[in-house]
């Protein structure tokens, strides 16, 4: 079982910025492939980005340009730098863990082929 805790969500004005933060358990954190998923009210838990163990990222293309996925294995850790936030990037983001066997590319966008997920850490962009 892999614990997920995300962290850093808050308000920020539209055109800001804010980096949130996740840890997973677990020693062989380097050969996760970690993601970052959104989900606003009334709608679909949708993908923002991954990075791979290989180090290789994938991002949705609302995002692609203005959020950067790092990760630290040193430290457990992911990060997603959030810049040029919009209104509509407003909502509840949450970290999913991919150990081993990892998702292969085309899977990965699928939030239900994910196993473990942190509680979410809210985002709130004011206009």
């Known amino acids: 079982q892999v614990q997920v805790v995300e962290s850093g969500g808050g308000v920020v004005q539209a055109g800001g910025s804010l980096t949130l933060s996740c840890t997973a358990s677990?020693?062989?954190?380097?050969?996760?492939?970690m993601g970052w998923f959104r989900q606003a009210p009334g709608k679909e838990r949708e993908f923002v980005a991954a990075?791979?163990?290989?180090?290789?990222?994938v991002y949705a293309d609302s995002v692609k340009g203005r959020f950067t996925i790092s990760r630290d294995n040193a430290k457990n850790s992911v990060s997603l730098h959030m810049n040029g936030l919009k209104p509509e990037d407003a909502a509840v983001y949450y970290c999913?863990?991919?150990?081993?066997?990892?998702?292969?590319?085309?899977?990965?966008?699928?939030?239900?082929?994910?196993?473990?997920w942190g509680q979410g850490t809210r985002v709130t962009v004011s206009s």
């Open positions: 999913a863990a991919d150990p081993p066997p990892n998702l292969i590319l085309s899977s990965l966008r699928d939030p239900g082929r994910w196993d473990y």
């Open positions: 990075k791979r163990n290989t180090g290789a990222t």
């Open positions: 677990g020693r062989t954190f380097n050969t996760y492939t």
